[in-house]
């Protein structure tokens, strides 16, 4: 049950956009459109900000958006914020024994 | 409004067995998905194991054979036993829901540690 790939870290200015990436197999990010993204302060339980490829649950910030091409998919963060400086995981349904997988994780750094 | 909320973490020797409990409110823990995941120190967060609403239950690898997720209608409460605990079981584990309407971990708990150490 290899993990998904993502870059360790990225950073931003306040205002800038970035794009994190979260790479997979046909099995799992291009197999499917079964893919979330999560938030995660430090000490905090993570937090669902997309679903299903690009969907936004309610309340998340429109300032948060993913997609998808092929195998790997992204999450995108305009108007950085300080607030914005997290780990970010992406995570994809890969089969019935393995409905969740998830990427290594990504430390956004707001500079 | 969707609650969750874990206990039974704590420090438990190399071998040992600890069973985590998650109970919810809110929504109806049989009627849905449940999961939990774990956060190792300096680590990424891990799958661990999801019951469905049928009851079928499935494991990652790692704690194949030795973790067991269950619920309890009546309590509307998850559980995770843990046994034959090994040092890199040490995590915070969260339990949380998977939302089939939304194909993610829509609502976590606020996590448990647990440190597996001699």
């Known amino acids: 049950q290899s993990a998904l790939t993502q870059p360790a870290s990225v950073s931003g200015s306040p205002g800038q956009s970035i794009t994190i990436s979260c790479t997979g197999t046909?099995?799992?990010?291009?197999?499917?459109?079964?893919v979330s993204w999560y938030q995660q302060h430090p000490d905090k339980a993570p937090k669902l900000l997309i679903h299903?490829?690009?969907d936004r649950p309610s309340g998340v910030s429109f300032r948060f958006s993913g997609s998808k091409s092929g195998n790997t998919a992204s999450l995108t963060i305009s108007g950085l914020q300080a607030e914005d400086e997290a780990d970010y995981f992406c995570?994809?349904?890969?089969?019935?024994?393995?409905?969740?997988?998830f990427g290594g994780g990504t430390k956004l750094t707001v500079l | 409004e969707v609650q969750l909320v874990e206990s039974g973490g704590g420090l438990i020797q190399p071998g040992g067995s600890l069973r985590l409990s998650c109970a919810a409110s809110?929504?109806?823990?049989?009627?849905?998905?449940m999961s939990w995941v774990r956060r190792a120190p300096g680590k990424g967060l891990e799958w661990v194991s999801l019951?469905?609403?049928?009851?079928?239950?499935y494991y990652a690898d790692s704690v194949k054979g030795r973790f067991t997720i269950s619920r309890d209608t009546s309590r509307n409460t998850l559980f995770l036993q843990m046994n034959s605990l090994r040092a890199e079981d040490t995590a915070v584990y969260y339990c949380?829901?998977?939302?089939?309407?939304?194909?993610?971990?829509?609502?976590w708990g606020q996590g448990a540690l647990v440190t597996v150490s001699s």
């Open positions: 809110g929504f109806t823990v049989s009627n849905n998905y």
């Open positions: 995570a994809s349904y890969r089969d019935t024994n393995t409905p969740v997988i």
């Open positions: 949380a829901r998977y939302s089939v309407l939304m194909t993610g971990l829509d609502n």
């Open positions: 046909s099995n799992d990010v291009g197999g499917h459109n079964f």
């Open positions: 299903d490829v690009s």
């Open positions: 019951i469905y609403s049928t009851g079928s239950t």
